[in-house]
């Protein structure tokens, strides 16, 4: 089989896990290729390491890169959901990440999360690419502020385009 490509933390990716509580369970939500979360599972800051992604394939391919990154899976505590991260059925707890995506993909995903009442995540880091308004006027409706609110926001650089990342917490801890 072919070797993948060993996973490095970009500045972005380092920061996201800096704003992350130690201790918890990490979200890479919408994890793509899922460096974040290998480099979470790598500083064994993390109770549990969960990695969701909607496309069959590219999870594959997380899977082989884990196996080829750690040997041995059945000793980390990493979780591996195939599914639209809106149809997770377990409790979401500790912290959550959803970078990469769209501001409506993650209102979609917040706002499914929240009503079916799994979504119980201390911290949420939000980096959206794209609709950014759609997420901020979530961020600042009634329904959302009755479970977080905004702890700060950072501005970062990737590749000469500037990106906003949201840190909000949870107003009680569920
Ligand atoms: C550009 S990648 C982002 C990768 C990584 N989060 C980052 O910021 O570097 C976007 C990923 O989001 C996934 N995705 C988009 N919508 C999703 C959803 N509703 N549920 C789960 N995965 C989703 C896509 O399959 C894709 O792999």
Redesign the pocket.
Known sequence: MKKLKNPKLTI??KLFLEFTLKGEDFW??????G??GIGALKSNEYSNIHF????PQ?MERLSQLLKQTFLRLDEINCHLHV????SLDEEIKGNV?????GGL?IK??LDTLLQSNKLKAKRIIL?P?TDEAVLINYMISAEFQNFYKINSKEKYMEIKKCRTVYILDALSVQ
């Open positions: 972005r990716m890479d939500i919408c994890c793509d290729h460096y974040v969701v992604d909607q496309v590219i599914l639209p991260a809106e990440l959803i970078a990469g995506v993909t979609t995903i980096s690419h």
